[in-house]
């Protein structure tokens, strides 16, 4: 079970992400933290667990109003060890290139910006490629051809239930299934409503690549040794 720990950037400052409506996120206010400055909660991540892996949503760059490419540059230069999977809106072909070949980490492709499955059919061999299939509600976000052709699924794929992120609903057992049987082998990791250890537990269980969180790991739900201990398993 990987467990990737989520900084939701917007304005510089990492916030806190409810359920998809990120026009009301504001500055995360943190236990672990003493500001909402991305280098601080990364380091304060990193002192619960030595995570491996950084999910990084750019929301201006997704909403097209800037982007946080200095803060992403920032986390860089002070975790080179660290991997940083990052959606910033990226939906042509030219751009997701160009941004592979600065060697920023890997790119999340997310459904909500694609306007068809070309970019992904031309780029889903690359194995720095991830996939975010995005839902609000019951609503798939995106070109329905995205989702109906696998052939244009890399082998990493996320399921973004945005209406459950920050909720402690729990996963979306039903979908993450469904894209699991529908995927042909390739890894799923879920994405929102992720409480706790047993959730990623049952999670395992059901053949689920990893997670990605963040509240349970800001409210102590999820702790260090509960990630070390399913490692271990």
Excluded at 195 to 223: F, M, P, Q, W, Y
Aim: one cysteine or more; proline letters at 4%.
């Amino acid at each position: 079970m990987q467990v990737i720990p989520v900084l939701d950037l917007k304005g510089g400052l990492v916030v806190h992400a409810r359920m998809g409506a990120r026009e009301q996120y504001r500055p995360i206010r943190t236990p672990l933290s003493p500001t909402s400055n991305p280098t601080d909660v990364a380091r304060s991540l990193l002192s619960v667990y030595p995570f491996s892996i950084f999910y990084i949503a750019d929301l201006d760059a997704i909403a097209g109003s800037g982007n946080n490419d200095a803060a992403l540059a920032e986390l860089r230069a002070k975790f080179p060890h660290s991997t940083f999977w990052v959606d910033n809106g990226i939906a042509d072909r030219a751009s997701a290139e160009q941004w592979l070949d600065a060697d920023l980490g890997h790119l999340v492709l997310g459904s909500e910006t694609q306007r068809d499955e070309s970019v992904l059919l031309k780029l889903c061999k690359d194995d720095r490629i991830v996939l975010s299939l995005d839902y609000r509600g019951d609503d798939f976000v995106g070109p329905g051809a995205l989702l109906s052709n696998v052939d244009a699924w890399p082998s990493r794929v996320i399921t973004m239930t945005l209406a459950r992120v920050g909720s402690g609903m729990g996963p979306d057992w039903g979908r993450l299934e469904a894209i699991k049987n529908a995927g042909r082998g390739r890894r799923v990791y879920a994405a929102g409503g992720v409480r706790d250890a047993d959730d990623l537990s049952a999670l395992t269980e059901r053949g689920i690549a990893g997670a990605l969180v963040a509240s349970c790991l800001h409210n102590g739900t999820l702790a260090g040794a509960h990630i070390a201990r399913l490692q271990t398993a």
